[in-house]
């Protein structure tokens, strides 16, 4: 696939502060083009109920916001994303707009990718689009998405869900996890890699399955392991135990253990192994190099062994997915 139009619908004129950080983050990652990157980047579409007419509220926290096109230009897009619905949409205090579920479910039977972030599920599953699949929102508001929506197959312990054409996410910065995986989806790892470099933020958190992250958000962070875990992502080449993980950063190896696993939902092996296959990802869309030597330089031993950890984690062959993502001449 390759970067496309993206069209985001805008609940309300006025967006409160909160929702603020939902919106900014699509428009970051979708709306500010980075050529160097891709060619072209994607072609962002603000669209609300009142187009370019919409005016704010008076009164009300938040910003005003007019946008270039109307919900109608929903069906027209490749993407489609519901950045937040109001609080008192959640509530249950005010209905969604019924133009904006009828401009919903118009773009999504035309084919459009639907995604979610937060409480955006809100407006998927009121259109009828997450009925029968699964999907997550902000931890605050899982237990209502299930209780109003039950056809719908709620899990609150994911940053996000990725079910092929319907991706939703949790709160707030989940939301931004999202939209690299969409990033990667799109155009790669090694455009999405960089991209997260410069958004300073990682690439992608820990994850278990190739579809989902199937972790929840880390219950702690512990600035203490930063230095050991990035000069580990720093020689994958090397035969790295826990141990000598747990002796660079100064603890006995049930410490480590325990500490890496309190901040980041996994154990040393999985994270090491994830490291690995992020390597091997970048090398095959980057260089020309055989599976041997991308297998030996990520650290994975032998081709037949990262063939069989790529296609486990990923669900295709590293020869398949070069073959997508072929290296730029």
Not at 3 to 22: K, M, R
Not at 23 to 38: E, R, S
Not at 271 to 276: F, G, I, N
Request: net charge negative.
């Amino acid at each position: 696939m390759s970067a496309a139009s993206v069209a985001v619908a805008v609940i309300d004129d006025d967006v409160p502060f909160w929702d603020l950080y939902e919106l900014g983050v699509v428009c970051t990652v979708f709306g500010i083009p980075h050529h160097d990157l891709a060619d072209p980047w994607y072609d962002l579409r603000l669209c609300s109920a009142g187009g370019t007419s919409a005016q704010a509220a008076p009164g009300a926290g938040g910003f005003a916001l007019r946008t270039p096109y109307g919900l109608d230009a929903l069906a027209g897009a490749d993407t489609v994303i519901v950045p937040s619905v109001p609080e008192a949409c959640v509530d249950g205090g005010r209905e969604l707009p019924p133009e904006l579920l009828t401009a919903l479910r118009r773009a999504a039977d035309g084919g459009a990718r639907m995604v979610s972030l937060c409480a955006g599920a809100f407006a998927l599953a009121a259109a009828g689009i997450l009925d029968g699949r699964r999907a997550t929102a902000h931890w605050l508001h899982t237990e209502e998405l299930a209780r109003r929506y039950p056809k719908v197959d709620v899990d609150d312990s994911v940053l996000y869900v990725d079910d092929g054409d319907v991706l939703t996410s949790a709160g707030v910065t989940a939301g931004l996890d999202l939209c690299l995986h969409l990033v990667r989806r799109d155009l790669g790892a090694h455009v999405a890699n960089q991209l997260a470099r410069r958004l300073v933020v990682p690439a992608h958190r820990p994850g278990g399955q190739a579809q989902y992250v199937d972790l929840s958000v880390p219950a702690a962070d512990d600035e203490g392991l930063a230095p050991v875990l990035q000069w580990a992502t720093g020689h994958l080449d090397r035969p790295l135990t826990v141990d000598d993980l747990a002796r660079r950063a100064g603890m006995s190896p049930r410490t480590f253990f325990r500490r890496l696993q309190a901040a980041t939902g996994t154990t040393p092996l999985q994270w090491l192994l994830t490291q690995r296959l992020a390597r091997a990802q970048s090398l095959l869309e980057s260089t020309g190099l055989s599976v041997e030597k991308i297998s030996e330089l990520s650290g994975l031993g032998t081709g037949a062994n990262l063939r069989r950890h790529f296609t486990l984690h990923f669900g295709i062959t590293p020869t398949d997915y070069r073959r997508a993502f072929p290296p730029a001449a």
